[in-house]
């Protein structure tokens, strides 16, 4: 069973700071990753889509990264702002059809 | 394009009665999908339909939830029996029916609050 962890599970950065959030996954065997965001009582918004032969997907300030092989991932947001605030949840598609969640990176941006 | 949409958005209930949401998919999308999500937890894979088909269902599915999906179009998850257990965000997302690349897109969401 794939077991999707995101790291820190929250954190606080001032306005202007780079943003790193991490993702891991047990089951390197996976089709593509996609990273959400979630703002409070909110559905889900698609913010990149990385194919496992990818290295990495960029979309203004974020930039995400996967090495496939040793089961990581990296959400880059850059020059963070309040509007950032939200918690982030990285999820991964193996061959069973379905998306793996984490439980998500709760991120607060401090003006 | 509208988006993947879904109603009712918040729904309270008490023990015992019965609910149901809908979800209309993004036009053309034939891949549906029902996850469900509690507070603090990521989302949680429920059901999944290929047109009017239902291909896979969760262990979480007990026999108090039922999924349809009757044209390949919109989708309906009823809840019978509601218990306080039931309380959480019922999320529906869809995709194009393409290879297992595709990007999954959700809608805001049905909250149902079981009292």
């Known amino acids: 069973k794939q077991e999707v962890t995101q790291i820190p599970a929250a954190l606080s950065v001032p306005e202007g700071e780079n943003l790193v959030l991490n993702c891991s996954f047990t089951?390197?065997?996976?089709?593509?990753l996609q990273w959400f965001r979630q703002d409070p009582g909110k559905g889900l918004t698609s913010l990149l889509l990385?194919?496992?032969?990818?290295r990495e997907q960029t979309s203004g300030r974020l930039n995400a990264s996967l090495d496939k092989s040793s089961g990581r991932s990296t959400l880059y947001i850059a020059a963070s702002q309040p509007g950032d605030s939200a918690t982030y949840l990285c999820?991964?598609?193996?061959?069973?059809?379905?998306?793996?969640f984490g439980k998500g990176n709760q991120v607060v941006v401090i003006p | 394009d509208t988006g993947v949409s879904q109603n009712p958005r918040h729904k309270i209930t008490k023990r015992g009665q019965n609910v149901t949401f809908r979800c209309d998919p993004i036009?053309?999308?034939?891949?549906l999908y029902w996850y469900r999500q509690t507070l603090g937890q990521g989302p949680e894979f429920l059901t999944y339909?290929?047109?009017?088909?239902?291909?896979?269902k969760s262990r979480l599915l007990s026999d108090r939830f039922s999924a349809e999906r009757p044209k390949g179009s919109f989708s309906t998850l009823e809840i019978q029996r509601t218990e306080q257990g039931d309380s959480a965000m019922y999320l529906c997302?869809?995709?194009?029916?393409?290879?297992?690349?595709?990007?999954?897109?959700f809608g805001e969401g049905s909250r149902l609050t079981v009292l």
């Open positions: 997302a869809s995709r194009p029916d393409r290879q297992n690349t595709g990007e999954l897109f």
């Open positions: 089951d390197s065997a996976i089709y593509n």
């Open positions: 999820a991964v598609r193996g061959g069973n059809n379905r998306l793996a």
């Open positions: 339909f290929q047109n009017e088909a239902q291909l896979e």
């Open positions: 990385i194919q496992s032969s990818q």
């Open positions: 036009s053309e999308h034939n891949r």
